[in-house]
């Protein structure tokens, strides 16, 4: 704690003096801005249920005390914010959760606009006496057929047909393979990718 020492002394014939230690105690007031503290892309999953966390926003308030450094957190109403509804925010914690399940092939990516903001009155020139406020535009995407980010629905199948191949007649039976393509004919082969091995 910042102290001062006052000394007091007269100007008479008998100087008389004294001195006197004062404490000061400074007083946060709520002149930070919350700052966002993660990256900007996220990516989620498509075809998840309703209520999936997708991620976590996290804000610093660098205030002193309490509430000028509590942070909420809000999904900005805005015409422009298109993201604002298919993602909901939990006002404490700051987890983003899906609103309607989503489908790669109508839409691919999203931007969501979301905001942080104190819980006092702002100390700042021209505030209003509003919460002091930070904003950020998180992207999501979902990339299709990509197994880290969407879900591969597309299943490949074999025509029904007797698939024939040829050997060596010396040939050892764990030396002989050949390669099955649902997209390209039948042949022996050494393993490729995307080729499913048949051994014998």
Same mark, same amino acid.
Request: hydrophobic share 30%; aromatic share 10%; no cysteine.
């Given at each position: 704690m910042p102290k001062k020492k006052?000394?007091?002394?007269?100007?008479? &014939?008998?100087?008389? &003096?004294? $001195? &006197?230690?004062?404490?000061?105690?400074?007083?946060? *007031?709520?002149?930070? #801005?919350?700052?966002?503290? $993660?990256?900007?892309?996220?990516? *989620?999953? $498509?075809?998840?249920?309703? %209520?999936? !966390?997708?991620?976590?926003?996290?804000?610093?308030? !660098?205030?002193?005390?309490?509430?000028?450094?509590?942070?909420?957190?809000?999904? *900005?109403?805005?015409?422009?914010?298109?993201?604002?509804?298919?993602?909901?925010?939990?006002?404490?914690?700051?987890?983003?959760?899906?609103?309607? #399940?989503?489908?790669? $092939?109508?839409? %691919? &990516?999203y931007a969501l606009e979301v905001e942080a903001r104190d819980g006092a009155p702002s100390a700042r020139p021209n505030s209003n006496q509003q919460p002091n406020s930070g904003k950020q535009l998180k992207r999501w995407q979902g990339v299709a057929f990509s197994s880290r980010i969407s879900r591969n629905l597309t299943v490949k199948a074999f025509p029904p047909s007797i698939v024939k191949a040829a050997a060596v007649e010396t040939a050892s039976l764990s030396s002989f393979q050949t390669g099955l393509n649902p997209n390209k004919p039948n042949r022996v082969s050494h393993p490729q990718p995307n080729v499913q091995d048949l051994k014998l």
């Open positions: 006052l000394h007091q002394q007269n100007n008479g &014939a008998q100087q008389l &003096a004294s $001195e &006197a230690t004062v404490y000061i105690q400074l007083e946060d *007031v709520n002149d930070e #801005i919350p700052l966002f503290t $993660e990256r900007e892309q996220e990516t *989620v999953l $498509e075809g998840e249920p309703i %209520g999936t !966390k997708v991620t976590q926003v996290n804000a610093i308030d !660098k205030d002193g005390t309490f509430p000028n450094n509590q942070v909420y957190y809000y999904i *900005v109403d805005s015409p422009r914010n298109e993201g604002k509804d298919f993602f909901e925010i939990n006002l404490q914690s700051g987890e983003i959760f899906t609103k309607v #399940i989503f489908d790669r $092939e109508k839409q %691919g &990516a």
